[in-house]
């Protein structure tokens, strides 16, 4: 019975570790275009698992703003994640990004109605591109 009790234990340490590392790719790939960071944002809205969004903010703390709200999301209120959701679950990209060095703006449109013109300031940190400030 040890010995299952052990098995498993193990296999469930593998089991988590692999799905760890899958999340850590995927997000790595998400980092990888300002864009997709930016279409992140909206999807974390879209499917209420805001998990995602701290992992997205410049990890040297300059954020504000709206930014710094997404950035700790989770130290927010229910009624303002449910607003945060509220205007970010329509959400769309507009146009390309404008990329100048390490430092990218998104412009989108978003808010209830998915009618409010605004953009995402992103910075590229090792390679990954960050939200900085909204």
């Given at each position: 019975m040890k010995i299952l009790i052990i098995y498993t234990a193990v296999l469930a340490g593998i089991l988590f570790a692999s799905s760890d590392n899958k999340a850590i790719s995927q997000t790595d790939d998400i980092q990888?275009?300002?864009?997709?960071?930016?279409?992140?944002?909206?999807?974390?809205?879209?499917t209420g698992d805001l998990s995602v969004l701290p992992g997205l903010c410049d990890p040297t703390g300059k954020n504000d703003g709206?930014?710094?709200?997404?950035?700790?999301?989770?130290?927010?209120?229910?009624?303002?994640?449910?607003?945060?959701?509220?205007?970010f679950e329509?959400?769309?990209?507009?146009?390309?990004?404008?990329?100048?060095?390490?430092?990218?703006?998104?412009?989108?449109?978003f808010g209830p109605k998915g009618n409010k013109n605004e953009e995402f300031n992103l910075v590229?940190?090792?390679?990954?591109?960050?939200?900085?400030?909204?």
């Open positions: 990888s275009d300002p864009v997709k960071v930016v279409e992140a944002v909206f999807e974390a809205a879209r709206d930014t710094k709200a997404i950035c700790f999301i989770g130290t927010l209120s229910k009624e303002e994640q449910d607003e945060f959701i509220k205007y329509k959400g769309k990209v507009i146009g390309e990004p404008e990329i100048s060095g390490d430092n990218a703006k998104v412009k989108i449109v590229r940190i090792d390679g990954k591109w960050y939200l900085s400030s909204l």
